[in-house]
């Protein structure tokens, strides 16, 4: 049996769509764990009106998306763990082909791709995007391991895998409370540290859907760069344990950073949040100046004209350069 975890937050216009696309599998031996994280919204009476007994409602306190999971991964009782994000959809064949994967190897994890949905205000499908990965299994005796960035970006969410529950338990792994923006990652890369195997299958099972918001509703958070320091040295950790070259783990560290700081400064003007120019400048600043940024800005493969600016700007720690061009961009 397969159990799907389903944490639930103010999700009322997209929870429907989400249980329907559940109790659409062609593989119908699966329990679904519905935990209503402190929701104020109609959701839980959303989800009370799917008539079907394998679909249990839990109701607790907020906590978050990690205190959400590990709720639900207490009460599984299947031999497998899926996690669904509850403003997304699934494929019908999503458990279908991935179990039968189980069925023919002894590993701990199945990995797919998705599509990236773009919709419009009133949920109109703008445009799609597929990203997968060819059929491959990377084996740790055997020394294989290549990630691309696109690889890369796949192996960091939890949505588009299948565990075995008894190797999460195993080995402890349990998503880190609090956490928030790269909880999936960290997640992962305790997973991938602790498996010998990593098996990717060539479809598109995930529907994660991109909405339109007013980034001014959003919150700039100011351990944002503090969260992608955690998230490169996680990942720094899994790639030591697979005995990856310096050279490719340093490059693949300074995507991480770099991507950090972009995410970072973008936001610190795009977001809502009470620093003055001052502290905008500041932090950036601290960004630029961290000993992890300046160790790996080195290792940085910059492809476009852009890239190249970016990686000179690190490198020169040119902090006023870069906060010209974030107010220049917004």
């Known amino acids: 049996?397969?159990?799907?975890?389903?944490?639930?937050?103010?999700?009322?216009?997209?929870?429907?769509?989400?249980?329907?696309?559940?109790?659409?599998?062609?593989?119908?031996?699966?329990?679904?764990?519905?935990?209503?994280?402190?929701?104020?919204?109609?959701?839980?009476?959303?989800a009370e009106t799917f008539n079907d007994e394998r679909i249990t409602i839990y109701e607790k306190s907020n906590g978050g998306l990690s205190d959400a999971r590990n709720y639900g991964l207490k009460r599984a009782k299947g031999e497998f763990v899926y996690f669904l994000d509850s403003d997304d959809w699934i494929e019908p064949t999503l458990l279908q082909d991935t179990i039968c994967v189980f069925d023919k190897k002894e590993i701990d994890l199945v990995i797919f791709g998705y599509f990236l949905d773009n919709e419009d205000l009133e949920g109109n499908l703008i445009s799609t995007k597929e990203i997968s990965t060819k059929d491959i299994q990377f084996d740790k005796d055997l020394n294989n391991l290549d990630l691309d960035e696109k690889t890369l970006n796949i192996l960091g969410y939890a949505w588009n895998k299948l565990y075995r529950i008894s190797f999460l338990k195993n080995n402890n792994i349990i998503f880190d409370k609090g956490v928030s923006l790269v909880e999936d990652i960290l997640f992962n890369s305790k997973v991938y540290k602790n498996s010998n195997t990593l098996t990717f299958i060539n479809k598109r099972l995930y529907h994660y859907i991109n909405r339109p918001s007013e980034s001014l509703i959003k919150t700039f958070h100011k351990n944002s760069f503090e969260l992608y320091l955690e998230k490169s040295n996680s990942i720094e950790s899994f790639l030591d344990s697979w005995n990856i070259s310096n050279d490719k783990k340093n490059k693949i560290l300074a995507s991480v950073i770099v991507s950090g700081i972009r995410y970072c400064v973008n936001n610190l003007f795009a977001f809502k949040n009470d620093l003055n120019e001052g502290q905008k400048i500041a932090y950036i600043k601290m960004m630029l100046h961290n000993a992890d940024t300046q160790k790996f800005i080195k290792s940085y493969d910059a492809i476009s004209s852009f890239d190249k600016l970016y990686k000179k700007i690190i490198s020169n720690k040119a902090v006023f350069l870069l906060y010209l061009l974030c107010k220049i961009k917004k």
């Not at 799907?4 to 679904?32: C, G, H, R």
């Not at 935990?35 to 959303?46: F, H, L, T, V, Y």
């Open 1 to 46: 049996m397969i159990s799907i975890i389903m944490p639930v937050y103010n999700v009322e216009k997209y929870i429907a769509k989400s249980i329907q696309s559940v109790l659409n599998q062609t593989y119908q031996d699966f329990e679904l764990l519905v935990i209503i994280d402190g929701s104020p919204d109609n959701s839980k009476q959303i």
